[in-house]
């Protein structure tokens, strides 16, 4: 079976003191309004002007602030188990996302793209 | 007068003892080739898959590993004012770019985008 998956999330992860001043300046930064996600309001995102990467800003629980990555695929499973085989590692299990540590340690998360809106023209495939 | 900025790369910053187990992880995650710099060799990079924006791996001299995000534009003078404005801070000047920090203290890069690749249709136009 194939699956595909790209790199398409660039996530500013802040703690609560420095949330709202950070949401403010990336939004006046990009020139994009940052909307507030419904189902998961701790996010604010946008698509980036011309591009198909998007920017989230994420208001931590605790923790020091941070960037990190999320590679969307249209198969959590066999995507995670293509980056275990490469070195990384699991950390946690979020809802319908995994957050992995890469070789560095860096956090980073493999997260499902809904439907079918990866394919061989926007995203890589992997032949299982 | 109007100059263009868009985020246009995310670079992993590692330490050298992790370097290249991070870059051979990172290449083989996104199934594309990340080629040497040469006037810069302590970067590797590709425009990633179906997408503007591009990767970096940079191999630091020292300090923690980190994910930073650059900023290109055809006026970098303007640009590093603009970002002042918006309450971010000049770091350290790097042979043609600015390192900066942003409200929540993270890193990141006001880079020049050399000739005329920015436009109105794939970067935000500021009008000075």
């Known amino acids: 079976m194939a699956h595909h998956s790209r790199l398409?999330?660039?996530?500013?992860?802040?703690?609560?003191?420095?949330?709202d001043r950070e949401l403010a300046f990336w939004s006046?930064?990009?020139?994009?309004?940052l909307r507030q996600g419904e189902h998961?309001?701790?996010?604010?995102?946008a698509a980036l002007?011309?591009?198909e990467i998007g920017l989230l800003i994420q208001r931590l629980?605790?923790?020091p602030g941070r960037v990190h990555l999320d590679i969307h695929t249209?198969?959590?499973?066999?995507?995670v188990a293509r980056l275990e085989d490469l070195g990384a590692e699991r950390v946690q299990l979020v809802d319908?996302?995994?957050?992995m540590r890469d070789p560095a340690g860096l956090v980073f998360c493999?997260?499902?793209?809904?439907g079918d809106a990866l394919n061989d023209s926007n995203a890589h495939r992997w032949d299982g």
Chains 1, 2 share one sequence.
Not at 40 to 45: A, M
Not at 96 to 99: C, E
Request: charged share 20%.
């Open 61 to 63: 629980g605790d923790g």
């Open 49 to 51: 002007h011309g591009q």
């Open 96 to 99: 319908s996302w995994w957050i």
């Open 28 to 33: 006046a930064a990009l020139g994009q309004q």
């Open 8 to 19: 398409s999330k660039i996530v500013i992860d802040v703690p609560p003191d420095g949330h």
């Open 74 to 79: 249209d198969d959590v499973a066999a995507e």
């Open 40 to 45: 998961y309001p701790e996010y604010h995102g």
């Open 110 to 114: 493999v997260v499902p793209e809904p």
